[in-house]
């Protein structure tokens, strides 16, 4: 930043026969003491209002050295994230599942998940115009069995009142 000294102020009515009141030095004088025309005045803020927290005032009143700080709350444990998390499941005969009902339980999370048809789309490359093409049928498809499945409904809603 330029250390320019501070203009004298202008009085507006004198504007008009030397420069426009937008010209690039009073832009620039703006800017210059736009740091020194706003402090703002520290004696009047309040302490903060956490008990854990240390103020000012306690480093003076008790003598407090950065050494004597509060401990901090204990690490929160770091979360291991392989390839394989959220696809395991646990062997446990103990808690009733044995391996057939592992694999069962693994099927089933894979269903859930659409992995084969995720394996099998990405086995080659889709250009992305057919991407795009594909995704809006998938999502025309989902909004026509949403409206659908409601209208069924409201035919067994409709047949159960006597209609």
Known sequence: ?????????????????????NSASDIASYY????TSRRVPTDRMLPPRSGSLLTSS???QNN?????????????PTIRLSPSTGRTVAVEPRRGVDLAR??????????QN?????FARQRFHERPGL??????????????????REM???????????W
Not at 32 to 35: A, E, F, H, V
Not at 134 to 141: G, P
């Open 102 to 111: 592992a694999f069962r339980n693994l099927d089933m999370m894979c269903r």
């Open 152 to 162: 069924v409904g409201k035919v067994d809603r409709m047949r159960r009142k006597g």
């Open 1 to 21: 930043m330029l250390n320019l000294p501070p203009e004298p102020q202008r009085d507006p009515s004198t504007f008009s026969d030397s420069k426009p009141p």
């Open 58 to 60: 306690d480093f003076l």
């Open 114 to 118: 659409n992995v084969k048809q995720d």
């Open 131 to 148: 991407k795009r093409k594909r995704l809006k049928s998938v999502r025309w498809r989902r909004n026509f069995m949403a409206g659908f």
């Open 64 to 76: 407090t050295s950065l050494d004597e700080l509060p401990p901090r709350p204990p690490a929160q």
């Open 32 to 35: 210059r003491d736009y740091g």
